[in-house]
């Protein structure tokens, strides 16, 4: 019984991780869009608007290129179900999620990989130009944005001497010193970068516009209608919270319950929604003031990012 307590409160602590990063995501970009309409002199849509829309879509008939093949219906279930499994063994409201052994930085990074791989894969299967186009831009960007990643990642893992996300939250909880340190300043601007890039935000990516020729992620989803457009919809949403909710926790992580209690959970909870919206506002407020790349200038932003990595793994050799 005394094994089988903790176990229950794990799954639990998963799902609501799961539930939260779920219908958080499409309200978090409900608010982004809301500020942005603001900071522009327009009332905007409500908050909720896109909670509405993923409703509407899937009552609607569902429609698919003649010529697509079963991997067009498989990606966006694929989508959803990778940032589902890692939102629930990350340790986004409790560093004490179900599986949490199993929440290592490069575990998460490659089961986010899956996901955008299969979407690239369905915008060419539709057999049009814009999907193409739009697949071979995204995966340009994700090769340039990974080496990044990686030695961000290592960067990050030094401190904490381990890769897994809940052993680098619970480090920097007993010892709050160390986001000050170069080192993990270094490696954290190089993750939001790349943050940046891969959920299709500006400077990369405008998700706002439908101008064929500067498209990347939209052009990728252009074919999708109804239920399918829905699905992706919510998993594209469920990253973005997702990818900003590690960011938020390796930068701030206090809040985040160490247990599985429901009244620290419930503070979790709150923490990470208040953190999240926070960043989720000042992306937007940097969003408005300043304009897409033009995309063959994107490569010297993501080698900025490596750069700064790189700092982050040099500092931490040096400084100690």
Same mark, same amino acid.
Request: with cysteine; proline share 5%; glycine share 10%.
């Given at each position: ?158 401190? #904490?001497?381990?890769?897994? @996300? ?6 920097? &909880?007993?010892? $709050?010193?160390? =986001? !000050? %340190? ?54 594209? #949403?469920?990253?973005?919270? @997702? ?6 926790? &390796?930068?701030? $992580?206090?809040? =985040? !319950? %160490? ?62």
């Amino acid at each position: 019984m005394s094994t089988i307590a903790p176990m229950v409160g794990a799954g639990i602590s998963s799902a609501v991780q799961v539930a939260v990063v779920a219908v958080g995501g499409p309200v978090l970009l409900g608010v982004m869009r809301k500020v942005r309409c603001r900071l522009e002199g327009r009332v905007g849509a409500p908050v909720l608007q896109p909670l509405v829309d993923i409703r509407k879509l899937f009552r609607k008939e569902r429609l698919r290129p003649d010529q697509a093949t079963w991997i067009f219906a498989l990606a966006p279930v694929v989508l959803v179900s990778t940032v589902a499994v890692a939102a629930a063994v990350t340790p986004l409201v409790t560093t004490h999620p179900a599986f949490g052994a199993g929440s290592d930085l490069f575990v998460l990074v490659y089961l986010l990989l899956v996901g955008s791989t299969i979407l690239a894969l369905a915008g060419m299967d539709a057999g049009t130009a814009f999907g193409g186009m739009g697949s071979s831009r995204a995966v340009t960007i994700g090769a340039l944005a990974e080496p990044a990643l990686l030695v961000s990642i290592l960067a990050l893992s030094a401190t #904490a001497h381990s890769s897994n @996300l809940a052993a680098i939250v619970r480090a920097t &909880l007993a010892g $709050p010193g160390s =986001v !000050a %340190t170069p080192q993990r300043l270094f490696a954290l601007g190089s993750l939001l970068i790349v943050i940046v890039a891969e959920s299709g935000r500006l400077p990369v990516d405008n998700p706002a516009t439908h101008l064929e020729l500067t498209m990347v992620h939209e052009a990728m989803v252009l074919e999708y209608a109804g239920p399918d457009l829905a699905v992706v919809t919510v998993g594209e #949403a469920m990253r973005l919270t @997702l990818l900003l909710g590690i960011f938020v926790n &390796l930068v701030a $992580p206090w809040g =985040v !319950a %160490t247990t599985t209690h429901a009244a620290d959970i419930a503070v979790g909870v709150a923490s990470l929604a208040a953190k999240v919206a926070l960043l989720g506002v000042a992306l937007s407020v940097f969003e408005v003031s300043t304009a897409k790349v033009r995309l063959f200038r994107i490569p010297e932003l993501l080698a900025g990012a490596f750069v700064l990595a790189l700092l982050g793994v040099v500092s931490g050799l040096v400084v100690k």
